[in-house]
């Protein structure tokens, strides 16, 4: 059976086959790493518990993972599950309940929560800089012609470069002024400092956890995915640091399909041509319509959970493949931690009840009644 379905014997294992007949269903990992994994479905439907079950396989093997977070809710990874229903079906299928080995980092407006991640001055993309500020066109390019002559790595820096830029091409002194006051917000942001480094991100078998729950423009969020994934791709190619998956949750947001941000553009080049690299992407996100389509359409591997607005629905269909159609239809009802898988990593689209996790989940809503 398992060979029909084209499932991996050792591969990550992600819960059991929903239907007459419990399959274990393993995907192969190095197909589910390279093709890209994309976890949709409606708010509460279980994504990020599918998210962090892979991860979690993923660990085990020693590939290492960098989370993007923007809630905060994947730093439960390292301790282990104490929740007495999943705990029971946890042991039902051989599994024993473990933490994992995580590092986070955060802004440092949000140190309390890891370690200090920011920006090097002269390390950020014109482009993101300039997204970051809100800056007009005319002020992009004297940014542009700035950061390519600035030397150093201070704000001040960057100031001296773009008085001797503007005078030398004649930017007009309104814009000089906008552009000052653009880097003093940028300055109390207090992003800026002795920058990302892939190498201490990336260790085999650690997951590092991105948190970006702190307080801050959503702007300033996106630079920093946009940024962190841009130096985890260049290195990547350099070969600095291992093959690696990086989970993008709330993917609309960094990626989305109505606006061109930074991050889209550093996304959609992981979804490209990540695969040459050793560098793959599961994106998850709750807005179908809204994530970016290209993105979308490299993810080899779908993990389809409740979807049931029929905008999504008629938008998702025709991305997947023929012998899909009639369990599409299913998709509405699918009860809290089941999926359709779809895709390259198996032969035919299977639903799949996700298995509990290892580890403990962060993600849990609150309940509106009162504590009794
Ligand atoms: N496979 C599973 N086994 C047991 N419980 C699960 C499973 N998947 C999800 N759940 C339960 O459903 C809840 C919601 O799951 P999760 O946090 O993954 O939702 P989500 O789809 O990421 O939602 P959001 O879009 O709001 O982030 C979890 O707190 C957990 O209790
Ligand atoms: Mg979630």
Redesign the pocket.
């Known amino acids: 059976m398992r060979h029909v379905l084209g499932l991996s014997a050792d591969g990550a294992f992600l819960g059991l086959s929903w239907g007459s007949e419990e399959v274990e269903v393993r995907l192969d990992i190095d197909t589910l790493v390279r093709h890209h994994i994309a976890v949709l479905?409606v708010?509460?439907?279980?994504?990020?518990?599918?998210c962090a079950v892979m991860v979690e396989e993923l660990l085990e093997r020693g590939v290492p993972v960098v989370i993007i977070d923007p809630h905060g809710e994947y730093l439960t990874l390292s301790a282990p599950n104490d929740s007495p229903s999943?705990l029971a079906e946890l042991r039902r299928l051989g599994l024993e309940p473990r933490g994992y080995p995580v590092r986070a980092l955060s802004p440092p407006c949000a140190l309390a929560r890891g370690g200090a991640l920011t920006l090097r001055l002269s390390e950020v993309a014109p482009e993101g800089l300039a997204e970051m500020c809100n800056m007009t066109d005319v002020q992009e390019d004297l940014l542009f012609l700035a950061m390519r002559r600035m030397r150093g790595d201070r704000l001040r820096d960057l100031e001296v470069a773009i008085e001797a830029v503007a005078d030398r091409y004649g930017f007009r002194d309104v814009t000089l002024a906008a552009i000052r006051r653009r880097l003093t917000v940028l300055g109390e942001l207090g992003l800026l400092g002795p920058g990302f480094r892939p190498e201490d991100a990336v260790e085999p078998g650690v997951a590092t956890i991105i948190d970006l729950s702190a307080d801050m423009p959503e702007r300033a969020r996106r630079v920093l995915v946009g940024h962190v994934l841009a130096k985890l791709f260049e290195a990547r190619k350099r070969g600095d640091v291992p093959p690696l998956l990086v989970v993008v949750e709330e993917a609309h947001r960094f990626a989305p399909q109505a606006e061109s941000t930074y991050s889209k553009t550093v996304m959609r080049r992981i979804a490209r041509e990540g695969r040459k690299f050793g560098i793959g992407l599961c994106v998850?996100s709750?807005r179908v319509v809204g994530l970016d389509k290209d993105v979308l359409s490299q993810c080899g591997t779908k993990v389809l959970?409740r979807i049931d607005s029929v905008t999504d629905l008629n938008f998702i269909a025709p991305m997947l493949e023929h012998s899909c159609h009639d369990e599409v239809k299913r998709l509405p009802y699918l009860p809290?931690?089941t999926a359709l898988v779809t895709g390259i990593a198996l032969r035919y689209p299977l639903l799949v009840r996700?298995?509990?996790r290892k580890s403990k989940?962060g993600?849990?809503?609150v309940s509106v009644l009162p504590a009794s």
């Open positions: 479905g708010t509460g439907s279980g994504k990020s518990y599918t999943e998850a709750q959970m809290v931690g996700v298995r509990p989940h993600g849990a809503g």
